[in-house]
């Protein structure tokens, strides 16, 4: 299995972290968590793609090791950064993945900045499910940070190895709060306009769909809707039985969709 190297880089502003794997000649590919995690989310996933790809997985502004500043976490702004993050690092047109709210980011930037990209995936992208994130799933998620010991007890009891449990207790604990109740709250407006920019997608782009009966964040009617509105470049794939985080769940059923995916023409 591949390791990572750390390093950081100051983009607009901010100093932003990422890890890196894979040889830096082999095809780039960007991975971008979602909200209160991190880059380690990609672990598994980064290490078994890296011997076909370079691939680099940032911590969003907010997260892991990554600055925390007092404002600016619009979607916009997490688009600007990963665009900078290209062009600092020199990436050629790379291919992205995005989970949830990384999904809604290369939504974004799959709309907006075609160029720049030349494939998309997105993994169970959270659209209208902005509108009421604050009161549902912020609660939630700010408590597990203060359950180290729990999330451990509820990781070994699960088999995880100990650099498994390690990674689980990281992810749960290395966000800052702050920064989730403001992307929580004032990105409300992508609940209306993240048709817009699936309309507008130009480079092809796969959305992966998680059960909603299995926790996944799209339900059969907003994939109806959403398939409707798409652009003709985007495909669908709903995966029954599982949640919200696939690549997590069913990291090498991920892997190989994803070099189908990025494989075809």
Not at 104 to 123: D, F, H, M, R, W
Request: hydrophobic fraction near 40%; charge should be negative.
């Amino acid at each position: 299995m591949s390791t990572n190297s750390s390093h950081f880089v100051q983009i607009n502003g901010i100093r932003l972290h990422y890890r890196e794997w894979g040889a830096a000649e082999s095809p780039d590919l960007v991975l971008v968590h979602g909200w209160a995690t991190s880059s380690v989310i990609w672990h598994d996933v980064a290490a078994d793609l890296s011997d076909s790809y370079h691939v680099i997985a940032p911590d969003n502004r907010g997260n892991g090791e990554s600055e925390v500043p007092d404002r600016d976490y619009h979607i916009s702004q997490y688009a600007e950064d990963i665009v900078g993050l290209i062009q600092a690092l020199d990436l050629k047109r790379p291919a992205f993945i995005g989970n949830s709210w990384g999904a809604n980011i290369g939504t974004y930037l799959a709309a907006e900045y075609p160029t720049l990209i030349s494939k998309a995936i997105l993994e169970d992208p959270v659209y209208w499910k902005m509108v009421d994130a604050f009161v549902t799933v912020v609660p939630w998620i700010t408590a597990r940070k203060c359950q180290p010991d729990h999330i451990r007890s509820e990781a070994l009891r699960q088999g995880l190895s100990i650099e498994q449990t390690e990674r689980a207790i990281y992810l749960a604990t290395h966000f800052s709060s702050q920064a989730l109740a403001q992307v929580s709250s004032i990105n409300r407006d992508w609940a209306l306009k993240c048709d817009s920019y699936l309309a507008r997608i130009e480079v092809p782009s796969l959305i992966l769909i998680a059960d909603s009966s299995a926790g996944g964040y799209m339900s059969d009617e907003e994939l109806k809707h959403h398939r409707q509105l798409a652009s003709n470049n985007v495909q669908f794939q709903k995966w029954t039985d599982v949640g919200h985080l696939m690549h997590v769940e069913q990291p090498e059923r991920f892997t190989e969709q994803v070099r189908t995916f990025l494989n075809s023409t």
